[in-house]
């Protein structure tokens, strides 16, 4: 009788696994992805092979290569479904990133359009097509005072997993902290309102939409943009479908953990922010603060004087052949297979 029972639970065991299977999506400020040429219209002039950086095809393919190596490795057996990039400069390095390097076989599509920013600094959405079938797109204007130049657009799309059911998914790159951290607030904060806007019109036509926020933020969980005016909650004990959660929160001044480092202190400036709906394990696309991850392995880093730091690309105006002063971070969504439909 042990066994029948033992193998019966092992049959269910296995059954529910089929039912289910995890969906990665990874986001990665991959610092300064510039092709070789410049652009007329934008302040690239850097990235070129007279430039600063003497940035030649030679170390174009490189930093391609490298940015691939990271993505393949953090999407460990499989290549993940969706990548949000910030700092890329334009299409021609997401045509080479996905034709040229080991994710072609992944046969990614992307999302992208040329940003105001007047370096060229853009975001963009790679997803494999038949695991995100993509049903609308939009760029969020950041809206600053007349007299101050432009910002990045803020990447929306939404469209349809395996499990039927529709991903809301922005991407972010919000103004650095240049100046000063309160000089620059106010940048931030008319991010983190743009975002807001367009989560509050989501969850007015479904309370339950499934949404994740990811990119690069520039502030801290708990800094005014996001804590406050996304309203991007670090208290999980009590959720409700239509509100925020920070999921990055649990790593927020951790010794020795972070995404970014400066002035020798760890800290996160990438962030994964889900709805609640998303943490609802009944849920046919559902995900929970233990699927959040910092990918930090050893080949991203490199000794400091505190510990370790990002192995980065750039060190002032020279190339320094590493990877990026970001970290990846991932979160693995569980999707339910015949659920109905959100």
Known sequence: M??????????????????????????YNVENLFDYEDDPDTQDEAFTPTGDYKWTEKKYKRKLNDVSKVL????????????????????????????????????????????????????????????YK?????????????????TREILFASGVVPSGDTLHIFVNHWPSRYGGELESQHKRISAAQAVRQKVDSLF?????????????????????SIADVLKA?????????N?????????????GVGTHKFGGEWGVLDHVIVSGSMLDQQSGI????????????????????TDFAPKRSFLGAFYAYGFSDHLPVYLDLNLKQNNEKH
């Open 233 to 241: 909650s670090t208290n999980l004990e009590d959720i409700k479908d």
């Open 134 to 150: 993509v049903s609308d797109v939009e760029f969020l204007t950041v809206k600053l005072p007349d007299e101050e130049r432009p």
């Open 204 to 224: 007015f036509r479904n309370s339950k939409a499934k949404i994740a926020i990811m990119g690069d933020f520039n502030d801290y969980p708990t800094d005014k």
């Open 2 to 27: 042990r066994r029948v029972s033992l193998l019966i639970f092992m049959i269910l065991t296995a059954a529910n696994i089929l039912a289910q299977h995890e969906f990665r999506i990874i986001s």
């Open 286 to 305: 559902h995900t929970s603060t233990e699927k959040v991850h910092i990918y930090k392995e050893s080949f991203l880093l490199k000794p400091d004087k």
């Open 243 to 255: 509100e925020l959660y920070n999921l990055m929160a649990k790593f927020d001044k951790k010794q």
């Open 72 to 131: 393949s490795a953090a999407g460990e057996w499989t290549l993940p479904a969706i990548i949000a990039l910030c700092e890329i400069e334009n299409a021609r390095v997401l045509d080479d990133l996905t034709t040229q390097t080991q994710l072609k076989t992944a046969g990614y599509k992307y999302l992208h359009r040329n940003s105001p920013d007047r370096r060229g600094v853009d975001v963009a959405l790679l997803y494999q097509p038949d695991k």
